[in-house]
């Protein structure tokens, strides 16, 4: 059986850098066309020659001019992609890096936050509790001293004026403190472990 969630992607092996010929490509890939455009653009000159010919200078002159400037047009084409010097292909990533350290095989290690980030971390929580998103009725009393509750939406019912209950409601959806004893209140260097 195979495990899929569970797998480990390896880098790819090393790809060698190459110079590419740019001015050959383009001359591999259009040849058929420059070919077709050199004959399209001597037939026109050929037959506007022809037509000059045979009407004594006065026809022809257009399509022999539209002819020469497409020989011109697709020599000047050749002529500018041969300028154009190779390219270097390929570089080096970490993949390579590894490679030549002769060390493709997988290494596993343990690692975690510092501990005084893991501290601001937990006095975080301690202060504003844990996200829970899910739909449940609050906790309460679960804390030793006190405890922190926020919602969203908070569904709530009874059978008081209805400026009290949006008030009520609006301390649960911008967040409430409890606090278990009236003298500790604001007082949080107060144990306040999980009961």
Known sequence: MYSYNYGIVG????????????????????????????VSSGASL???????????????GGEMMSGAMGIANTLA?????????????????SGDVTFS?????????????????????????DMFGYKVNTVKVPNKAHRSNYW????????????IPQNDMRKIKDCYNNGIRFWRNASNIEDYSVSNSIV
């Open 101 to 125: 350290s002769k060390m493709l095989e997988f290494t596993a290690y343990k690692m975690s936050i510092r501990n005084e980030y893991c501290e601001i971390i937990d006095s975080y929580f």
């Open 77 to 93: 084409q050749v002529y500018q992609h041969s300028l154009i010097p190779d390219q270097a292909r390929g570089n080096t990533n």
């Open 148 to 159: 922190y509750t926020k919602c969203i939406d908070v569904s709530i019912d009874g059978n």
């Open 46 to 60: 050929i037959t506007g020659g022809v037509a000059a010919y045979m009407s004594g200078g006065l026809l022809g």
């Open 11 to 38: 880098g790819k092996y090393p790809i060698c850098s190459w110079n590419s010929d740019v001015y050959t490509n383009w001359l591999t890939q259009n040849g058929v066309n420059i070919g077709l455009d050199l």
